[in-house]
């Protein structure tokens, strides 16, 4: 029996040996790093997690999270801080109704030397409401202002509806969900970007049977309309003496409103041709030519009367 007891005894300190020394100066190390670091407080954000019946939903005045105060070494409360949490309160027994529910301190996983020393609130007053679903339309929504020179001809979401569920006080009131604003500073051409809900929804609804959209946003220039009087009529192709019923003409053009900034009476080129005109009278269509981008919309008069002498 004492040669057994001796043989065990052996065993425990020889056995390991490498292994047991590396624990022992693990945990000496960590008792100096506490023993050594200076005393903090700290104050953590920590979110709530309510769990209700499938058909049931926390109310939108709930508190969504809790500040807790944690004191602790230096060393170890960066830790703490950066160690995710959530605490988790269970309402699936609950019905519909208000109810104070005192929040467990004791759900944080800490490190080693840090703990709770206060818990705001400590006590949260829950609502909880039957979940309702309703069918919405989709909005998008912008922020700035489109280049110079360009306007929104037409937008379009998709999809253009959504089913959203949450609160009944909340969800039955809703006709329509918009999407996170899209800056149009940088847009000057037809587009289409991804786009989830507005963030204002996060704590508002539950969820939505989608959260991510198309937007497609239709841009053009923006046009004007410009008449221009007296424009000087050239002729093509005189081979002799012509009489011609009018030598001017009254343009009237249309461009994108950047084209037509730097747009001038010396841009127009009005012309008729009488290359083949034989001796005596016909009516000449005038020939507007134009920059590109710069659109003719009238010239008055269309036709001018040219009588070719013999």
Known sequence: MRRRAKLLLYTMFTKNVSLKITAVVITLLLWFIVTSSRTVEMVKKVPINFITAQDLVVGVDTPRDADVRLTGPSAFMRK?????????????????????????????????????????????????????????KVVPSFVGDLPQGYKIKATSVEPSSIEVRGPESVVSKMEDVYTEMVDLNQVNKPTSRTVGLDPKYKDKIKDASQDKFTLYIDVVPFVVTQKFYGIKVNVVGAAGKYKTSANKVNVTVLGPKLLMEKFTVSDINATIDISFNAPGSADEDVVVKLPEGINLVSVEPKKINVVVER
């Open 80 to 136: 703490a801080m950066e160690r995710p949490n959530v605490m988790n309160v269970d309402l699936r027994d609950k019905k519909p109704g208000f109810y104070v529910y005192k929040l467990n301190e004791n759900q944080i996983n800490l490190p080693l030397g840090v703990k709770v020393i206060g818990l705001y609130p400590s006590d949260i007053s829950v609502r909880i409401e039957p979940l309702k679903s309703k069918n919405v």
